[in-house]
C-alpha cells in the first residue's frame, strides 16, 4: 500500500516542482526578485503551499541554469551577474544566435514572420522600458524558434533569459537605444523574409554588439558614480572593477 501512494504522489511532486521553478526564475527575469536577494526555502514553501523538498529541487536547477547561486550550507541566493559573466553571455549569444536567424531566413514560416512583424510593431509604438523589454524577448524567441532547432533554441533560451533583466538598463542607459535597437530588429526581419541567411546573421550579430555596447555605456557610468558616458568603453578588455559584481548592472 505504500509504495503505491509514493508513485501516486510523484507527479504531483514533479508539477509542484516545475511550478515553484517557473514562479521563481519569472520574478528573478523580471526583477520582482533583485540580484542578491537570499531565497528562504521554508519561507518560499509556505507562501506557494508546497514541500520544502519541492523548493530545494527547484533552487538547484536554477542554480545549474545560472539564476541562483548555493552556498556550502545549501542556501540560494539571486545570482549576481558580473561584468564579465554578462560579456560571456553576450559573447556566446553572439556565436550562436546569428546561427539561428540565418536558419530563421531560410525555414520560417509565413505565420513566424508575421509575428515576428507584429512585435517590432509593439515594440515601435512603446515608450515603457519594461514592457519594450518584453517584446523584445519575444521577439528574439520567435526568431530562434523559427531555426527550427530545439537544442540550438534551449541554449539561447537560458542564454536570453540570464540577460533579460539587464536589456530594460541598456535601454534606460542610453535614451536613443531603443529606437536603434528597432532599427536593427527591422534589419533582422527583412534580411529574414529576403531568404537571405547571411544578411540576416549580420544583422543579428550588430544588434547584439549594439545592446552589449549600450550596457558598457551603462556600467561605466555606474563605476563612476555619475551619468552614462555614450561612446566609451570600460577599461581591461570591457571588464570595469576587473570583472567584480555588481548588483543590478
Same mark, same amino acid.
Given at each position: ?83 564579465? /559573466? ?8 553572439? &556565436? ?8 530563421? +531566413? ?18 515601435? *509604438? ?10 523584445? *524577448? ?7 524558434? *523559427? ?8 541554449? &539561447?533560451?537560458?542564454?536570453?533569459? &540570464? *540577460? ?34 547571411? +544578411?540576416?546573421? /549580420?544583422?543579428? &550579430? ?15 557610468? +555606474? /563605476? ?26
Amino acid at each position: 500500500m505504500h509504495r503505491p501512494t509514493q508513485a501516486a504522489a510523484a507527479p504531483g511532486g514533479l508539477l509542484a516542482r516545475r511550478r515553484v521553478k517557473q514562479l521563481l526564475q519569472h520574478a528573478i527575469v523580471s526583477g520582482g526578485i533583485p540580484a542578491g536577494t537570499r531565497l528562504v526555502q521554508s519561507s518560499i514553501a509556505r507562501e506557494l503551499a508546497v514541500g520544502t523538498r519541492q523548493v530545494r529541487d527547484a533552487l538547484r536547477e536554477l542554480a545549474a541554469e545560472g539564476f541562483v547561486r548555493l552556498d556550502a550550507r545549501g542556501a540560494a541566493v539571486v545570482h549576481e551577474l558580473c561584468w564579465s /559573466d554578462l560579456e560571456d553571455l553576450y559573447q556566446i549569444r553572439m &556565436l550562436l544566435e546569428p546561427l539561428a536567424t540565418a536558419r530563421a +531566413a531560410s525555414l520560417a514560416s509565413r505565420e513566424s514572420v508575421i509575428h515576428a512583424v507584429e512585435l517590432l510593431a509593439a515594440m515601435e *509604438s512603446e515608450t515603457d522600458a519594461e514592457r519594450w523589454a518584453g517584446y523584445n *524577448s519575444s521577439f528574439h524567441r520567435v526568431i530562434d524558434e *523559427s531555426g527550427n532547432s530545439p537544442r540550438l533554441l534551449a541554449i &539561447l533560451e537560458n542564454l536570453r533569459e &540570464l *540577460s533579460a533583466r539587464y536589456i530594460r538598463h541598456s535601454v534606460l542607459a542610453v535614451p536613443d537605444r531603443a529606437r536603434q535597437a528597432n532599427a536593427e530588429h527591422e534589419e533582422i526581419v527583412r534580411a529574414v523574409i529576403a531568404r537571405d541567411p547571411g +544578411a540576416a546573421a /549580420d544583422a543579428m &550579430l550588430r544588434h547584439l554588439d549594439g545592446t552589449l555596447s549600450a550596457l558598457n555605456v551603462r556600467q561605466l557610468g +555606474a /563605476d563612476q558614480g555619475g551619468a552614462p558616458a555614450a561612446g566609451r568603453r570600460p577599461r581591461g578588455r570591457g571588464r570595469p572593477n576587473g570583472g567584480a559584481c555588481v548588483r543590478g548592472l
